[in-house]
C-alpha cells in the first residue's frame, strides 16, 4: 500500500499565496511523475502540474508564471508553490504519484485525499 498525504491548502485573499506539500510513504519501490491536480465544483479534474523523475516540468497554461512544481526524490515529496492566487484557482487541490511497490510491479496512478484550496476576492 502506498499513502499520500497532503497538507497546506487553506483561505487566501487574492494576490495572496500557499504551498501544499504532499509525502508519499508506504510500499514503495519507485517513483516516476510526481504532480498536482485540482477539481472545481461543477468541473473535471485537470493537471495543473507535473515533474518527472529527472525534473521535466509540465503545468496547465492558466498557472505557468504563478505556480511551481518541485520535488524531493529522496523525501518522495511533492511541493507546489502557488503565487499570486486568484479566485478561479479555488478547487480541491490532489497530489498524483505514478510509482511501483516492486522492481517487478505495473506502474500505478496514486492518488491523495485532496486538500481545499479557497481563493476569495
Known amino acids: 500500500q502506498v499513502q499520500l498525504v497532503e497538507s497546506g491548502g487553506g483561505l487566501v485573499q487574492a494576490g495572496g499565496a500557499l504551498r501544499l506539500s504532499c509525502a508519499a510513504s508506504?510500499?514503495?519501490?519507485?517513483?516516476?511523475?510526481m504532480g498536482w491536480y485540482r477539481q472545481a465544483p461543477g468541473k473535471q479534474r485537470e493537471l495543473v502540474a507535473a515533474?518527472?523523475?529527472?525534473?521535466?516540468?509540465n503545468y496547465v497554461d492558466s498557472v505557468k508564471g504563478r505556480f511551481t512544481i518541485s520535488r524531493d526524490n529522496a523525501k518522495n515529496l511533492v511541493y507546489l508553490q502557488m503565487n499570486n492566487l486568484k479566485p478561479e484557482d479555488t478547487a480541491v487541490y490532489y497530489c498524483?504519484?505514478?510509482?511501483?511497490?516492486?522492481?517487478?510491479?505495473?506502474?500505478?496512478?496514486?492518488w491523495g485525499q485532496g486538500t481545499q484550496v479557497t481563493v476569495s476576492s
Open positions: 515533474m518527472t523523475r529527472g525534473r521535466g516540468t
Open positions: 498524483a504519484v505514478q510509482g511501483r511497490s516492486g522492481s517487478l510491479r505495473p506502474l500505478v496512478d496514486y
Open positions: 508506504g510500499s514503495i519501490f519507485s517513483i516516476n511523475a
